[in-house]
């Protein structure tokens, strides 16, 4: 999808967008994020959580990347990686600046680090926790922009109050403490601090799992709002399809530590090419009354990503495994132009997917 | 299918409040709903609207500092031919009697399985204290009951389960162990507040299977309290509709869904991503947000975020439940003919 340059007015940063504007903004190649499990006196190391696993993808500018699958899988391990809040094992994490000039974030040093930080924020799932409760709403927003020295006094003031006018807040509310919002409220807030310093780049993990659907739908038009506005990209990790088919453009599935399916949006609702996509599209709930109650439900349990079953990580809950899955670890392979999936037989399954 | 229309639970006018450092809170101000023996009712209403303190009330335990100040719960017990009506909220929360309802008449099931097991003691050993409080049965028997009640919940070797300790197992199989606890003294009235919420949707899918599994088989009442839409359409037959502290709409599944009445009900159908939208489909919000429960709004508490509200009756007086068809409960000005007839008249 190709996107004009912004130009925001008053920008923290006013970034030149001089390159081509093609291209993705972040490509993730081959990632993996191996924790040791230590154990006894000497904690000594017995064996790897295989967190991440291998995981490659790219995130075209101006769009927003969904990464879907059940507790554990590895979504927000991915997401901090990405943003080096951990230290991958190995792959690598190319940014694209805004004069196209790929950038490593796998081999930063510090000082390029926190530089980075003002490309790329992240916004958490915990609107409770992830404010701190002493500091008032000013400090909160404005301390990325005191932190790198953008601003100071009623030029810092200003700034603060435009930012919480963006995302529907009241600058008056300025001096109040996070305690006196609403979680919806407190969401609006870590987006306002996630913008302070003009990103080109937001990973939001889980940013609206902790909210009731009305608030929910507030934060998403907003997400929405300023993708368009600021031509903003995004890294959206959620468990609920229906949140992801709302507000993602492409979305790849995770089960244990792997991509087992990449595409379109509109192409993994409609045709799913893995059974554990087709389990996970129907366990949603669906708010209709009048459709049939009785359906296949997935059997067993997330395998412990220390210790993953052989063959296809899927083969002990999926109803269309066979002798093969058990034995050969399929590979994720292109099925249809920029339609991946992990399964022996993607390409002769006919799933059921939705009609959208 | 239970013969239709007995009435198990009635909860009349309940109000509910906590006395707290900063003031009163007044948590429920108007709970009124009816459930029929054999029936699911979902409860449902965004985060602190009073789904959980309604549980709290029915099953008696309302913590220390809060106090029911008006209405009441009745529980209509069958014994031999017909029922007895029992009001749960003049009953001391400690008594006997109570005691005795809770467990064998109605059992809870709550929300965050791992704080409602105690991580001391295997599953096996807090199932047993659980049959041994309400059943008269020896050591053996109460095993096998056990035993029994893990394997009704599907969940894959009981015996290993019955001597595995909470954090041994996960989050699904805990919450089956947390119905089967709720289900071992066989009660004909379940309360299940967000029984799925901190679960995967696959896990969702498997317990709210269970669910209905085990409904179709003891026919036992439920109340199903959640916020997710999707899951009471999936479970109920009834919904009741609570916003700040009052029910502001009773009626059957599919009119909730088809044509509700109130406009809360209304904006919040509209409110949820659907999996037929169109990409580009703006999410409909509701405006502001729920106020807090220290500052409530006049007359009709949803009156400021209301599209359709009345000036000079809204915000004046609050509305009645009124009958709006059969088994249709509404609490609004706009299905209330005195109200909006003669506006004003009402203290
Ligand atoms: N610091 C750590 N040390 C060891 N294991 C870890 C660590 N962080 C995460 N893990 C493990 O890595 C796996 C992936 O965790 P992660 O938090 O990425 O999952 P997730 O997909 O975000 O799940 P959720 O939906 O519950 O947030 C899990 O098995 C988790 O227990
Ligand atoms: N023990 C208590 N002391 C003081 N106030 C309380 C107490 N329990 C509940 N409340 C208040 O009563 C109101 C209703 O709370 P309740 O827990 O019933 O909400 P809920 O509908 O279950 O919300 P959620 O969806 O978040 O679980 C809230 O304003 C809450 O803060
Ligand atoms: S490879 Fe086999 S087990 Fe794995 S998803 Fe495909 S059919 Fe199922
Ligand atoms: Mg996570
Ligand atoms: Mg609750």
Same mark, same amino acid.
């Given at each position: 999808?190709?996107?004009?340059?912004?130009?925001?007015?008053?920008?923290?940063?006013?970034?030149?967008?001089?390159?081509?504007?093609?291209? #993705?903004?972040?490509?993730?190649?081959?990632?993996?994020?191996?924790?040791?499990?230590?154990?006894?006196?000497?904690?000594?190391?017995?064996?790897?959580?295989?967190?991440?696993?291998?995981?490659?993808?790219?995130?075209?500018?101006?769009?927003?990347?969904?990464?879907?699958?059940?507790?554990?899988?590895?979504?927000?391990?991915?997401?901090?990686?990405?943003?080096?809040?951990?230290?991958?094992?190995?792959?690598?994490?190319?940014?694209?600046?805004?004069?196209?000039?790929?950038?490593?974030?796998?081999?930063?040093?510090?000082?390029?680090?926190?530089?980075?930080?003002?490309?790329?924020?992240?916004?958490?799932?915990? #609107?409770?926790?992830?404010?701190?409760?002493?500091?008032?709403?000013?400090?909160?927003?404005?301390?990325?922009?005191?932190?790198?020295?953008?601003?100071?006094?009623?030029?810092?003031?200003?700034?603060?109050?435009?930012?919480?006018?963006?995302?529907?807040?009241?600058?008056?509310?300025?001096?109040?403490?996070?305690?006196?919002?609403?979680?919806?409220?407190?969401?609006?807030?870590?987006?306002?601090?996630?913008?302070?310093?003009? #990103?080109?780049?937001?990973?939001?993990?889980?940013?609206?799992?902790?909210?009731?659907?009305?608030?929910?739908?507030?934060?998403?038009?907003?997400?929405?709002?300023?993708?368009? !506005?600021?031509?903003?990209?995004?890294?959206?990790?959620?468990?609920?399809?229906?949140?992801?088919?709302?507000?993602?453009?492409?979305?790849?599935?995770?089960?244990?530590?792997?991509?087992?399916?990449?595409?379109?949006?509109?192409?993994?609702?409609?045709?799913?090419?893995?059974?554990?996509?087709?389990?996970?599209? !129907?366990?949603?709930?669906?708010?209709?009354?009048?459709?049939?109650?009785?359906?296949?439900?997935?059997?067993?349990?997330?395998?412990?990503?220390?210790?993953?079953?052989?063959?296809?990580?899927?083969?002990?809950?999926?109803?269309?495994?066979?002798?093969?899955?058990?034995?050969?670890?399929?590979?994720?392979?292109?099925?249809?132009?920029?339609?991946?999936?992990?399964?022996?037989?993607?390409?002769?399954?006919?799933?059921?997917?939705?009609?959208? | 299918?239970?013969?239709?229309?007995?009435?198990?639970? *009635?909860?009349?006018?309940?109000?509910?409040?906590?006395?707290?450092?900063?003031?009163?809170? %007044?948590?429920?101000?108007?709970?009124?709903?009816?459930?029929? %023996?054999?029936?699911?009712?979902?409860?449902?209403? *965004?985060?602190?609207?009073?789904?959980?303190?309604?549980?709290?009330?029915?099953?008696?335990?309302?913590?220390?500092?809060?106090?029911?100040?008006?209405?009441?719960? +009745?529980?209509? =017990?069958?014994?031999?031919?017909?029922? *007895?009506?029992?009001? +749960?909220?003049?009953?001391?929360?400690?008594?006997?009697?109570?005691?005795?309802?809770?467990?064998?008449?109605?059992?809870?099931?709550?929300?965050?399985?791992?704080?409602?097991?105690?991580?001391?003691?295997?599953?096996?050993?807090?199932?047993?204290?659980?049959?041994?409080?309400? =059943?008269?049965?020896?050591?053996?028997?109460?095993?096998?009951?056990?035993?029994?009640?893990?394997?009704?919940?599907?969940?894959?070797?009981?015996?290993?389960?019955?001597?595995?300790?909470?954090?041994?197992?996960?989050?699904?199989?805990?919450?089956?162990?947390?119905?089967?606890?709720?289900?071992?003294?066989?009660?004909?009235?379940? +309360?299940?507040?967000?029984?799925?919420?901190?679960?995967?949707?696959?896990?969702?899918?498997?317990?709210?299977?269970?669910?209905?599994? @085990?409904?179709?088989?003891?026919?036992?009442?439920?109340?199903?309290?959640?916020?997710?839409?999707?899951?009471?359409? *999936?479970?109920?037959?009834?919904?009741?509709?609570?916003?700040?502290?009052?029910?502001?709409?009773?009626?059957?599944?599919?009119?909730?869904?088809?044509?509700?009445?109130?406009?809360?009900?209304?904006?919040? @159908?509209?409110?949820?991503?659907?999996?037929?939208?169109?990409?580009?489909?703006?999410?409909?919000?509701?405006?502001?947000?729920?106020?807090?429960?220290?500052? +409530?709004?006049?007359?009709? %508490?949803?009156?400021?975020?209301?599209?359709?509200?009345?000036?000079?009756?809204?915000?004046?007086?609050?509305?009645?439940?009124?009958?709006?068809?059969?088994?249709?409960?509404?609490?609004?000005?706009?299905?209330?003919?005195?109200?909006?007839?003669?506006?004003?008249?009402?203290?």
């Amino acid at each position: 999808m190709a996107t004009t340059p912004t130009s925001p007015s008053d920008a923290a940063v006013d970034y030149v967008e001089s390159g081509s504007g093609q291209g #993705p903004l972040l490509e993730v190649r081959n990632l993996k994020m191996h924790f040791p499990i230590r154990k006894g006196f000497l904690k000594r190391v017995v064996g790897h959580v295989k967190a991440v696993d291998d995981v490659s993808f790219s995130v075209e500018r101006g769009t927003v990347f969904g990464l879907v699958g059940e507790s554990g899988c590895g979504k927000s391990t991915t997401g901090r990686c990405v943003i080096r809040l951990l230290k991958a094992t190995a792959g690598e994490i190319v940014y694209t600046m805004p004069d196209d000039e790929p950038v490593h974030i796998e081999a930063l040093d510090p000082e390029s680090l926190r530089m980075m930080r003002r490309h790329i924020q992240i916004v958490f799932q915990d #609107p409770y926790a992830s404010l701190n409760p002493r500091l008032t709403l000013k400090q909160i927003v404005g301390e990325p922009l005191v932190i790198n020295n953008v601003s100071q006094g009623q030029d810092l003031q200003d700034q603060v109050a435009e930012l919480l006018r963006r995302v529907g807040l009241s600058p008056e509310h300025m001096n109040r403490y996070p305690h006196a919002f609403s979680g919806g409220q407190r969401q609006r807030i870590s987006l306002a601090r996630a913008l302070a310093l003009n #990103p080109r780049f937001i990973v939001a993990d889980e940013p609206v799992s902790a909210l009731d659907v009305s608030v929910q739908a507030q934060i998403l038009n907003l997400i929405k709002d300023l993708r368009e !506005e600021f031509g903003l990209t995004y890294l959206f990790i959620a468990h609920n399809m229906s949140v992801i088919k709302h507000i993602c453009d492409s979305v790849a599935v995770m089960y244990v530590g792997q991509i087992v399916e990449m595409t379109t949006t509109r192409q993994l609702f409609r045709k799913p090419l893995h059974p554990y996509t087709e389990a996970l599209l !129907e366990a949603i709930p669906v708010p209709d009354p009048r459709r049939d109650r009785h359906r296949i439900v997935l059997e067993g349990d997330v395998p412990n990503p220390a210790d993953p079953p052989s063959g296809c990580y899927f083969h002990p809950r999926c109803a269309y495994a066979q002798d093969v899955c058990r034995e050969e670890t399929p590979p994720l392979a292109e099925h249809a132009p920029g339609h991946l999936a992990r399964c022996h037989f993607a390409a002769e399954l006919e799933l059921k997917g939705m009609t959208i | 299918m239970a013969d239709r229309a007995e009435t198990i639970l *009635e909860v009349r006018n309940l109000h509910t409040h906590f006395h707290t450092e900063s003031g009163v809170v %007044r948590a429920l101000e108007g709970v009124d709903f009816t459930l029929n %023996r054999g029936q699911v009712l979902g409860v449902v209403g *965004e985060s602190g609207c009073g789904k959980s303190v309604t549980a709290q009330c029915i099953m008696n335990m309302v913590p220390s500092r809060g106090r029911i100040v008006d209405g009441s719960v +009745i529980y209509h =017990q069958r014994n031999g031919q017909g029922t *007895e009506a029992i009001e +749960i909220t003049a009953l001391p929360p400690k008594s006997r009697e109570m005691r005795r309802i809770r467990g064998n008449e109605i059992a809870m099931i709550f929300q965050e399985p791992m704080t409602s097991l105690d991580p001391l003691y295997t599953v096996g050993n807090q199932l047993l204290e659980a049959i041994n409080l309400h =059943q008269d049965v020896d050591r053996t028997e109460a095993r096998t009951l056990a035993i029994h009640s893990l394997d009704r919940v599907q969940l894959p070797e009981p015996e290993r389960v019955f001597a595995s300790y909470p954090h041994q197992l996960s989050g699904g199989q805990r919450q089956r162990v947390m119905i089967a606890i709720a289900l071992s003294c066989n009660p004909t009235l379940l +309360i299940a507040d967000e029984p799925t919420t901190a679960l995967d949707v696959t896990t969702q899918a498997q317990i709210l299977s269970l669910m209905r599994d @085990l409904q179709d088989e003891t026919h036992m009442s439920i109340i199903f309290i959640t916020h997710d839409l999707g899951v009471v359409a *999936e479970m109920c037959d009834e919904v009741a509709v609570m916003y700040l502290g009052k029910v502001v709409e009773q009626t059957d599944i599919d009119t909730t869904f088809y044509s509700p009445r109130h406009p809360y009900t209304q904006a919040l @159908l509209r409110s949820i991503p659907r999996l037929d939208d169109d990409q580009d489909r703006r999410l409909e919000v509701i405006a502001g947000s729920v106020p807090d429960p220290s500052s +409530i709004p006049s007359g009709c %508490r949803f009156h400021p975020r209301c599209p359709e509200f009345l000036t000079g009756v809204c915000e004046q007086r609050e509305p009645v439940l009124v009958q709006v068809d059969e088994g249709h409960q509404v609490r609004c000005h706009l299905y209330d003919e005195t109200a909006s007839s003669q506006p004003g008249t009402q203290p």
